[in-house]
Antibody, heavy 119, light 107 residues
């Protein structure tokens, strides 16, 4: 059974940092690209970032470029999102999502971890 | 950035009725469009990928069509479990974007 379990969310002050983790099981992690997708309270979905199978290629939404860093540790079956210079508008439920084969379409999602940026 | 516009924002229908949801892209995304279903308190679930392919476990009452800039998700006969919010998403280039969603609610 495929499982993705996020952690690391919490309350942080504006300008602060947080690192999210996503531990996966049930599939060969190193064979799939992975992404982070977020959802602000009561709002729609927003893609945040993507990392290739090896970790050597990454992409970011303009809204987080230069502040967030995605990475992965294939030996630990874990995806990360380092979030710096956090803003109120980064408040959201952050999902990790597995790509469907080589395509940037997401066939499995975690249940999300909530990040709240507030003073 | 490609903007995806979904319509209508809300669709009020009864069980057994046909639902037709639209997603329009600001530029061509070829057939690189997916649809997701999201219920309250749950993560999104992939319904359709590459415009017309049903994801694993998705019932045949769900179908997708379109290419280029205009896409449609059709639910042929609504079941109680189909009432949810549906999002489209393209994978044509970076950044990926999602549409704003269509809520299918019980009339």
């Amino acid at each position: 059974e495929v499982q993705l379990v996020e952690s690391g969310g919490g309350l942080v002050q504006p300008g602060g940092s947080l690192r999210l983790s996503c531990v996966v099981s049930g599939f060969t992690f190193s064979s799939y690209g992975m992404s982070w997708v977020r959802q602000a309270p009561g709002k729609g979905l927003e893609w945040v970032s993507r990392v290739s199978t090896s970790g050597g290629s990454t992409n970011y939404a303009d809204s987080v470029e230069g502040r967030f860093t995605i990475s992965r540790d294939n030996s630990k079956n874990t995806l990360y999102l380092q979030m710096n210079s956090l803003r109120a508008e980064d408040t959201a439920l952050y999902y990790c999502a597995k790509q469907l084969a080589a395509a940037a379409t997401f066939d499995f999602w975690g249940q999300g971890t909530l990040v709240t940026v507030s003073s | 950035e490609i903007v995806l516009t979904q319509s209508p924002a809300t669709l009020s229908l009864s069980p057994g009725e046909r639902a037709t949801l639209s997603c329009r892209a600001s530029q061509s995304v070829s057939s690189y469009l997916a649809w997701y279903q999201q219920k309250p308190g749950q993560a999104p679930r992939l319904v359709i990928f590459d415009a017309s392919n049903r994801a694993t476990g998705i019932p045949v009452r769900f179908s997708g069509s379109g290419s280029g800039t205009d896409f449609t998700l059709t639910i042929s006969s609504l079941e109680p479990e189909d009432f949810a919010v549906y999002y489209c998403q393209h994978r044509s280039n970076w950044p990926l974007t999602f549409g704003g969603g269509t809520k299918v609610e019980i009339k």
